[in-house]
DNA sequence: CTGTTAGCGCATTCAA
DNA sequence: TTGAATGCGCTAACAG
């Protein structure tokens, strides 16, 4: 093993002392230029390499964010972590990830692990299973700057960063309701998950704005799932009184309920408009392309960061630091497009 | 901010030494049951959370693995991460990301930013814009133990753990020769890349095995991409002796495909075979639904882990850890199934 | 502008 | 089995 260069190695090679070797190094403003040029040459004739755990130690910050999410396994969350991890990045900060896979001990579990890493703050997004909140405001307790988001809990005075999941299922129906179609259909998910909630709020609202029927029935709640959408879909065309559209709460519902319409030679858009939620890939090269709601996962992400950021800098200042709330951006493919072709 | 608890508080608080309470911590050996015991509790009643900078910064070792990768926002790689993190967990790792969003600049960025967290070890999978890879040698060379997964190159004396594309595209092409198809093409990528060669490879090797023709034009070069796919089904289709099936470098290039057929009312399985290659969630889900192979990806990061925790054990010593190669698995869909149906 | 001094919290050597 | 002493590499307060 190599033995590794360190500032004392520069100082003795330029006959100056440690503490100005760190300060050349950190750009410290009461650092000569000329010291700085040679200590930067040195460092680099050398090879330093700043050791972060030393500095981290002595500084108190680490420089790293933890980040927590249910999986990586959901592009969803690969893609929020993208906007996360470039700009934290551009910043000088590194981010470590831990997943809870959606249950309350591993999450309890990965604040644990952040906080021995002493990350200088969380960014989190909550697990289905989790009932229980005390790792959260145990965190912010320990003076852990934190934020949620996507899955918040608005009780805990912790800051988040959400789309605007009432009104992307409000634009969602008024979509609809504009291209013609009148007896419109939901499928959500679990209503305990605060975002399949507002959906369904947002999707109520709209019918009643346009002074459409909203029949209690026309609510199906299953899992978020192919299957889900399937068996929604299924089960709406059964009913008396079937809708002529349905928005679903996520894409791969949307999916199912595309072919279950199929299955029963049901044409889309013509006799029937589907609208899904989250833009992913896929939905762009099915046939009938799905119309969907875009979730700006990236910008999230970098929004997020932004915000971590800025709880970091004026952490014990009062700051002005509130929830973030995006903006939903309809994308209107052939899937409902009843009126207009492509 | 609360002062935190460190083990010198345990001390006091037992009237002991601070060695014995990070002894006893640590379940060392030659610490009685009942010291551990009385230790365990009171930091448990004094609320105490270790350190791990300073742990780190004092044994040498982090126990956080760098993981890099070309971008989160492909679903192949959240779902090695997914491996990979879960796993490491297990193991009392932490994982560091950084993207370096397919830039060679960030990639060495990166690898720096590893070296200065003094990373355990790191996980690398190579951009594809990289041409000069002394970034790596020159971590292999700080001595950090380093592995490449799925993304490899092989001159560098660097272990790695990849799938065997060759044995992939083999079996892809073999799957559609004993299906019926006898004209079999294949749409490929950037051929500096090891991965798409070596699928070409093995779709050549099938045909010659098979004695089926393979003809030189039969093999066309584009981008990764839906876009790639249609441009290369359209011109394929186009050449005076066109194929009946195409084996494309990946799933999007293989709905590119699809839905240049279906435009030109090719139909699919009946006239016309179609592969993909890696399995992304899609492709079970479209019409008609889509014969691929299986990358085995989340397997593909726990096997990564498990090389890297077996070259940071026996680092420095010599060890028989070499690269390892993982099966493909085919998943025969719609899309290839000429004879039988479903 | 630079040097001196001190110590972040822990793990490890050597002694007892 | 435990205590005492040391230092990992760096940064920050205070001097000069």
Partial sequence: MK???TIADIARELNITPATVSRA?????????????VVQEAAEKLDYNRNKI????????TNVIGVLIPTAEHIFFGSVIH???NIASKNGYDILIYQSNESQQFEKKGIDAFISARVDGILASIAKDTTDFSHFTYAKAQNIPIAFFDRVNNNLGIPSITIDDYRGAYLATESLIKEGY??????TGPQHIQTFKNRVRGYRDALQDYQLPALEEWVYEGNVSVEAGREGASVLLSLTNPPDAIVAVEDFTALGVLKELKQRNIPVPQQFGVFG????????????????????TVLMGEEAFKMMHELIQYNGAAT??????LQPIPVIRESSRKTSKP
């Avoid at 190094?25 to 040029?37: M, V």
């Avoid at 002005?320 to 709330?325: A, C, I, T, W």
């Fill in 320 to 325: 002005g630091v509130l929830s973030k709330v």
């Fill in 54 to 61: 030393a500095s981290s130690l002595r500084s108190g910050r």
């Fill in 277 to 296: 939620f989250c833009n992913d890939m896929f939905g762009e090269h099915i046939t009938p392309s799905l119309s969907t709601i875009d979730q700006q």
């Fill in 25 to 37: 190094l950190s750009n410290h403003p009461e650092i000569s230029a000329a010291t700085k040029k």
């Fill in 182 to 187: 009148t007896r419109i259909a939901h499928i």
């Fill in 83 to 85: 906007g996360i991890s």
């Fill in 3 to 5: 033995k590794r260069v």
